[in-house]
């Protein structure tokens, strides 16, 4: 089965910071490039970072570059977000998903594999 499951989300302050996860089948991982998007409330779903098979390239958005990280283990068919520095404006629900070619992208509609989503709320 094709299955991506995220989890780690919750409640945090601005400052803070999280480790969220995304667990994978290896149907969808192996070989995939992985990519991680989120949705604001009321907002389209935006690119947040990506990472190719073997984690030789990343790609991430103007607004996390410097505070988000992402990094794969292969061995586990799992993905782990690390996310610093927590904004207000990072309050949004986080996707994984994933796509066969092995090159990093950004555009959403390229992924065909998705996760039902976790959400982080950054509120003082």
């Known amino acids: 089965q094709v299955q991506l499951v995220e989890s780690g989300g919750g409640l945090v302050q601005p400052g803070d910071s999280l480790r969220l996860s995304c667990a994978a089948s290896?149907?969808?991982?192996?070989?995939?490039?992985m990519g991680w998007f989120r949705q604001a409330p009321g907002k389209e779903r935006e690119f947040v970072e990506t990472i190719s098979w073997l984690g030789g390239s990343m790609d991430y958005a103007d607004s996390v570059k410097g505070r988000f990280t992402i990094s794969r283990d292969n061995a586990k068919n799992t993905l782990y977000p690390q996310m610093n520095d927590l904004k207000p404006g990072d309050t949004a629900t986080y996707y994984c998903?994933?796509?066969?070619?092995?090159?990093?992208?950004?555009?959403?509609?390229?992924?065909?594999?998705w996760g039902q989503g976790t959400q982080v709320t950054v509120s003082a």
């Open positions: 998903a994933s796509r066969r070619p092995t090159d990093v992208s950004r555009v959403a509609k390229e992924y065909p594999y």
């Open positions: 290896e149907g969808a991982f192996r070989r995939f490039t």
